[in-house]
């Protein structure tokens, strides 16, 4: 039987998640329990504005996504045409280069995810 390197790659992960998650497992059972504490008004307020900034961040990431989506999608229209209207090999590879120039653009214009806050 033939096997890919994608098949093999992934057969690979696989048994690592599912290795980590027992050993993870076990060690869970070991830990001890940690009460846990009130919180001061001053700390609630901290983790409520804690939980709106990442919300706020949360969501002008999901718009820069969608605006790079239709981004991407406007690139890979112009391309298709562009290449039609190509007549040499140069002039395909420039159409090529511009899109990829575009899809990295829009990549960038993408901010990192929001780390979630965590209760103090």
Do not use: C, Y
């Amino acid at each position: 039987m033939k096997l890919s390197k994608v098949t093999i790659v992934v057969a690979t992960a696989v048994a690592m998640t599912l290795s980590s998650g027992v050993s993870a497992f076990a060690s869970e059972g070991s830990t001890p329990k940690v009460a846990k504490v009130a919180l001061t008004p001053d700390q609630k307020a901290a983790v409520k504005a804690a939980r709106a900034q990442f919300q706020a961040a949360h969501v002008a990431r999901q718009a820069s996504i969608a605006a790079a989506k239709a981004a991407v999608a406007t690139a890979k229209a112009n391309f298709a045409v562009a290449r039609l209207a190509a007549t040499t090999p140069e002039e395909k590879q420039a159409a090529r280069q511009i899109l990829k120039a575009a899809i990295e653009a829009a990549k960038a214009s993408v901010p990192a995810k929001p780390i979630r806050p965590s209760r103090p």
